[in-house]
């Protein structure tokens, strides 16, 4: 069921009538002597809850999450919240020879956003969600538990745009990510 719903994205009310159909003919046909029959039936919906469970799980937002004041295009804003993972840093690559410009240091981490800051009336707005938060420069001094406030940019991740390319955006809405943050410092 969740593969099912993974590769064609079934829709909750179908998957949710499937496995409330097939419980059905499970219950009436497990009193005769097709069992093989019965337990097919069984076997799909637990099939098609599991499908209902995978849909809710990646499709639903609250009315409150961070995702509804992102766009595609990164705009500034002003979060509070709890680091949700450990800082991770990646040095800057100054001497790859393949590279003609070179990077900065940066530091990533998961942020469960609790707070945004409306910025033309500094009033503060309670959200939910967690945010990929990357940093440019180097964090040493925050850890998991931290509760933090940072001025970045916000922004939905950008999904795959060429056939077989790696998409961020799925791979971080498995996660339960639905937004970026870019921090300069």
Known sequence: GIVIDRVWIVPLAASLGASLASLFAWLILSRTTQRWLALFYLWTAVAGLAAVHHHWQRHH???????????????????????????????????????????????????????????????WNDVTGLAQITLIGRADDITVGDEIELLGRLALPGEAMNPNEFDYASFLRDQGITVTVTVKD
């Open 61 to 123: 937002l609250d009315a409150s999450d961070i995702s509804h004041f992102a766009d595609k295009e990164a705009t500034p804003t002003r979060l509070r919240g709890t680091l949700h993972s450990a800082p991770v840093m990646q040095p800057s690559q100054r001497s790859d020879p393949l590279r003609s410009i070179p990077t900065q240091e940066v530091t990533r981490f998961v942020l469960r956003v609790t707070e945004r800051q409306h910025l033309a009336s500094h009033r």
